[in-house]
């Protein structure tokens, strides 16, 4: 019992903790995604309308006499921005969760009007390259219209919906970079092997030449271009193992060190949208970690981490940047926002998203380490439930989606949700992660259903033997590639795992690899080293599709899929349904046929979460003292 009190200090009390409402975690917010506009004199942002998230537009501050812009009935808007002039609102959206984005324009001097398609292409997605700072009403978009697998630029006039391509893609670009002045100078080309080729030109005309050629594993990427123009600020792998921020000199093509850490990857650069100038960069460590170059910078952020114990985000700012819109994540206060004025030093609270959570209902998050299958270092998270002695407790693996991606430091709902139901909540980096350098990430390749599950399986172990989980009490969930990992958990460690949740993810590889989106197309050689070649690599796929290890699995599961899903095709989900149920198996299934890779619809979101609530309590919640236990029952 020695360690006891430190455990309670930092995950709560014993004390009765409220069940909250399965609403308040995953229904529409009240508010999110404040903007400023360049002017800085108004403010828009995301709210409900008729159930779906929609534009508001308000004076600075003003939240109470905001007037709603945008009218989306069917799907709900999730990001916006302002043009430069601040004339227009602008934003993207899909039908039904295909990822076909069209770009809208919405004009707040006439909320009653339609918003306009300005990427009409039927079957064509849209994605911004550029909003030119001196040109306001043009717009650089890459759209795959011609070729479904390629994006060429568009340069789009804004006022009127005028399109006229300005550069088509030779077949192996995937990303196109405009210098300081709005000119498309710089794309990064993907080509054989996974390799990345950046390429460069010196005005807005004429042929691209090869600057620089990357491995896949030294991790490429171009941020944007030096104030003078001269170079990119660029970050890179080569020579190290850790991702490190550096200038490409557009004649030489060579590196020159900004920054780096010896074990994690450079985040990002902080650039000015102003003058150009570089003001610090970003470390995603166990906490987001920031280094600030620019003397203003480091006061700003000084004086933003005394208002508030999250992590400090900066989310927008005015055509000066004088005036900011900052954000906090922290796991107990979600997104509280507030107004900061550079000149004054002056924070105003704004809003906080979902109002109703409150903080000390919420629950801590522990940054964990521990040896993978191998010994690798793996890192992750623990949340620990209130209400309950943190010991033996009925736990969830929680597997990100990426798997290129990595859990963060934060508020997660569903990590808080289960956490208030009783579970504790276990989250693993496993390897193959990113953030933790290229040889953590690469050490993940061909290891789907391999070593990527043993670093899983390693970190339920850790649980176990620290006295938090009981081991006869273990259930697996998670997302898109967590789906998968949840299915192959159950399939190749039947053992381990009393129930799993799959929510949109991969049971075959050699028809999920074969039904990519042809957009991917630049991508593909990547894709083919890193999981394996459908054509090249049957047996060894085979092996690795938790499909044809259906007859293994023997807890129960639950399979949630969107229709229009153009990642994960739904068939995904209905072959090992089938597989299962032919075999005998105990398996639940919810179709949407109006999303895609996740469910936007809040009605959509709290019909699976629910369903998902009463699953894991069927299998893991234990009875005490006749009843079911639940946090704050």
Same mark, same amino acid.
């Given at each position: 019992?020695?360690?006891?009190?430190?455990?309670?200090?930092?995950?709560?009390?014993?004390?009765?903790?409220?069940?909250?409402?399965?609403?308040?975690?995953?229904?529409?917010?009240?508010?999110?995604?404040?903007?400023?506009?360049?002017?800085?004199?108004?403010?828009?942002?995301?709210?409900?309308?008729?159930?779906?998230?929609?534009?508001?537009?308000?004076?600075?501050?003003?939240?109470?006499?905001?007037?709603?812009?945008?009218?989306?009935?069917?799907?709900?808007?999730?990001?916006?921005?302002?043009?430069?002039?601040?004339?227009?609102?602008?934003?993207?959206?899909?039908?039904?969760?295909?990822?076909?984005?069209?770009?809208?324009?919405?004009?707040?001097?006439?909320?009653?009007?339609?918003?306009?398609?300005?990427?009409?292409?039927?079957?064509?997605?849209?994605?911004?390259?550029?909003?030119?700072?001196?040109?306001?009403?043009?717009?650089?978009?890459?759209?795959?219209?011609?070729?479904?697998?390629?994006?060429?630029?568009?340069?789009?006039?804004?006022?009127?919906?005028?399109?006229?391509?300005?550069?088509?893609?030779?077949?192996?670009?995937?990303?196109?970079?405009?210098?300081?002045?709005?000119?498309?100078?710089?794309?990064?080309?993907?080509?054989?092997?996974?390799?990345?080729?950046?390429?460069?030109?010196?005005?807005?005309?004429?042929?691209?030449?090869?600057?620089?050629?990357?491995?896949?594993?030294?991790?490429?990427?171009?941020?944007?271009?030096?104030?003078?123009?001269?170079?990119?600020?660029?970050?890179?792998?080569?020579?190290?193992?850790?991702?490190?921020?550096?200038?490409?000199?557009?004649?030489?093509?060579?590196?020159?060190?900004?920054?780096?850490?010896?074990?994690?990857?450079?985040?990002?650069?902080?650039?000015?949208?102003?003058?150009?100038?570089?003001?610090?960069?970003?470390?995603?460590?166990?906490?987001?970690?920031?280094?600030?170059?620019?003397?203003?910078?480091?006061?700003?952020?000084?004086?933003?981490?005394? /208002?508030?114990?999250?992590?400090?985000?900066?989310?927008?700012?005015?055509?000066?940047?004088? !005036?900011?819109?900052?954000?906090?994540?922290?796991?107990?206060?979600?997104?509280?926002?507030?107004?900061?004025?550079?000149?004054?030093?002056?924070?105003?609270?704004?809003?906080?998203?979902?109002?109703?959570?409150?903080?000390?209902?919420?629950?801590?998050?522990?940054?964990?380490?521990?040896?993978?299958?191998?010994?690798?270092?793996?890192?992750?998270?623990?949340?620990?439930?209130?209400?309950?002695?943190?010991?033996?407790?009925?736990?969830?693996?929680?597997?990100?989606?990426?798997?290129?991606?990595?859990?963060?430091?934060?508020?997660?709902?569903?990590?808080?949700?289960?956490?208030?139901?009783?579970?504790?909540?276990?989250?693993?980096?496993?390897?193959?992660?990113?953030?933790?350098?290229?040889?953590?990430? !690469?050490?993940?390749?061909?290891?789907?259903?391999?070593?990527?599950?043993?670093?899983?399986?390693?970190?339920?172990?850790?649980?176990?033997?620290?006295?938090?989980?009981?081991?006869?009490?273990?259930?697996?969930?998670?997302?898109?590639?967590?789906?998968?990992?949840?299915?192959?958990?159950?399939?190749?460690?039947?053992?381990?795992?009393?129930?799993?949740?799959?929510?949109?993810?991969?049971?075959?590889?050699?028809?999920?690899?074969?039904?990519?989106?042809?957009?991917?197309?630049?991508?593909?050689?990547?894709?083919?080293?890193?999981?394996?070649?459908?054509?090249?690599?049957?047996?060894?796929?085979?092996?690795?599709?938790?499909?044809?290890?259906?007859?293994?699995?023997?807890?129960?599961?639950?399979?949630?899929?969107?229709?229009?899903?153009?990642?994960?095709? !739904?068939?995904?989900?209905?072959?090992?349904?089938?597989?299962?149920?032919?075999?005998?198996?105990?398996?639940?299934?919810?179709?949407?046929?109006?999303?895609?890779?996740?469910?936007?619809?809040?009605?959509?979101?709290?019909?699976?979460?629910?369903?998902?609530?009463?699953?894991?309590?069927?299998?893991?919640?234990?009875?005490?003292?006749?009843? /079911?236990?639940?946090?704050?029952?």
């Amino acid at each position: 019992m020695k360690h006891l009190v430190p455990l309670l200090l930092l995950f709560g009390s014993l004390a009765n903790a409220r069940e909250i409402p399965i609403k308040d975690f995953f229904d529409n917010p009240k508010i999110s995604s404040a903007s400023i506009s360049p002017d800085a004199k108004s403010y828009a942002f995301l709210a409900p309308d008729n159930n779906r998230m929609n534009v508001w537009v308000c004076a600075a501050g003003q939240f109470d006499k905001a007037r709603v812009i945008t009218h989306d009935k069917a799907r709900g808007i999730r990001s916006f921005s302002w043009t430069r002039d601040g004339k227009y609102v602008l934003y993207s959206q899909d039908q039904g969760g295909n990822e076909n984005f069209h770009i809208y324009r919405a004009d707040p001097s006439k909320p009653d009007a339609p918003a306009v398609d300005l990427t009409p292409e039927e079957g064509a997605r849209a994605e911004f390259v550029d909003l030119p700072r001196e040109r306001p009403d043009e717009a650089l978009v890459a759209i795959n219209a011609r070729d479904k697998r390629y994006f060429d630029v568009y340069r789009l006039r804004i006022s009127t919906g005028e399109l006229k391509m300005i550069q088509q893609n030779p077949g192996d670009i995937d990303s196109w970079h405009t210098d300081t002045n709005g000119v498309l100078r710089a794309a990064a080309a993907q080509i054989s092997g996974g390799r990345t080729e950046i390429r460069v030109r010196d005005s807005g005309e004429g042929p691209f030449r090869v600057l620089a050629t990357y491995t896949d594993e030294e991790d490429a990427s171009i941020h944007a271009f030096t104030k003078d123009g001269t170079a990119l600020y660029f970050s890179s792998a080569r020579g190290t193992n850790t991702s490190h921020l550096a200038t490409l000199d557009l004649k030489t093509g060579k590196e020159t060190l900004i920054d780096e850490d010896p074990e994690y990857d450079i985040d990002g650069p902080i650039i000015s949208d102003k003058t150009h100038e570089l003001l610090g960069v970003v470390y995603n460590k166990d906490r987001m970690t920031y280094k600030m170059f620019d003397p203003q910078m480091k006061k700003d952020l000084a004086l933003l981490e005394k /208002v508030h114990d999250g992590d400090v985000l900066f989310r927008d700012s005015d055509a000066g940047e004088q !005036h900011w819109i900052i954000a906090y994540n922290s796991p107990t206060d979600p997104g509280a926002t507030y107004a900061y004025d550079r000149a004054t030093g002056k924070t105003d609270f704004l809003y906080r998203p979902r109002p109703w959570l409150k903080p000390d209902e919420l629950v801590g998050m522990k940054p964990i380490s521990f040896p993978g299958g191998d010994g690798l270092a793996i890192h992750g998270y623990l949340s620990l439930p209130k209400g309950v002695e943190p010991k033996n407790l009925p736990t969830v693996l929680v597997v990100h989606g990426g798997p290129w991606a990595r859990d963060d430091w934060g508020y997660d709902p569903e990590a808080q949700f289960l956490c208030n139901r009783g579970f504790a909540v276990l989250q693993v980096n496993y390897r193959g992660s990113t953030g933790y350098g290229k040889k953590f990430l !690469h050490a993940g390749d061909r290891e789907w259903g391999g070593k990527m599950l043993d670093d899983m399986v390693a970190g339920v172990d850790w649980a176990v033997a620290q006295g938090y989980s009981d081991k006869d009490k273990l259930g697996v969930y998670g997302g898109s590639y967590g789906g998968y990992a949840t299915l192959a958990a159950l399939a190749f460690r039947p053992a381990v795992f009393k129930c799993g949740v799959d929510y949109v993810g991969v049971s075959n590889l050699l028809t999920f690899m074969n039904t990519i989106p042809p957009y991917w197309e630049t991508y593909r050689d990547v894709m083919y080293r890193r999981v394996g070649n459908p054509k090249t690599d049957v047996a060894f796929l085979r092996s690795r599709s938790p499909l044809f290890a259906a007859d293994k699995i023997i807890a129960p599961l639950f399979i949630a899929q969107g229709f229009n899903d153009p990642r994960v095709n !739904h068939a995904e989900a209905e072959q090992i349904v089938k597989a299962l149920k032919a075999a005998g198996k105990p398996v639940e299934y919810m179709v949407k046929m109006d999303e895609g890779h996740g469910f936007a619809n809040p009605e959509n979101r709290l019909d699976f979460y629910g369903k998902m609530e009463a699953f894991l309590a069927k299998y893991l919640l234990e009875k005490r003292g006749g009843a /079911v236990h639940k946090s704050g029952a």
